[in-house]
């Protein structure tokens, strides 16, 4: 591969990275005493928390100096990181999985679930935004986003 190719394939990537401070932050959650009891309880050892630290001293290169090593190695931590979480449902052989949805996924719901829930809370905000009978505050509500 070329220079160039090489730095496309790195650019489409960008989205894995996540910002400095979120790395700096697992560290230090990592190498927290609480922390690290809990690791001996779950694994009956310690987490390597090494990673994280080079991921935030790659990312402030990347971030401040624009250094592609720093960059490369950040991409592939992510994906290592990535596929670690995602092993065990790689491994899963409980579970078939399907290749495309059931045919009738969008069907009508059975007519004893729409009358038990005509009258739940979804049901009537979604009357009230069909019908354009939802006020101005009910409509900010509505669109708000909340993080629990």
């Given at each position: 591969m070329t220079q160039a190719n090489d730095n496309e394939s790195l650019s489409n990537k960008q989205f894995l990275i996540r910002p400095c401070e979120i790395y700096k932050d697992e560290f230090f959650e990592c190498e927290r005493?609480?922390?690290?009891?809990?690791?001996?309880?779950?694994?009956?050892?310690?987490?390597?928390?090494?990673?994280?630290?080079e991921d935030y001293e790659?990312?402030?290169?990347?971030?401040?100096?624009?250094?592609?090593?720093?960059?490369?190695?950040?991409?592939e931590s992510e994906k290592q990181r990535k596929?670690?979480?995602f092993q065990n449902h790689f491994r899963n052989r409980v579970w078939n999985k399907r290749s495309n949805a059931p045919e009738n996924w969008n069907s009508q719901l059975p007519l004893w679930w729409t009358e038990k829930n005509k009258n739940n809370y979804f049901s009537c905000k979604s009357r009230q935004i069909k019908n354009g009978s939802l006020n101005d505050i009910d409509l900010e509500i509505y669109n708000a986003c909340t993080i629990l």
């Open positions: 005493p609480r922390a690290r009891v809990h690791q001996y309880f779950i694994k009956g050892d310690y987490k390597d928390c090494a990673s994280w630290k790659n990312c402030k290169l990347w971030m401040n100096y624009q250094n592609t090593n720093a960059y490369a190695a950040l991409i596929l670690n979480r």
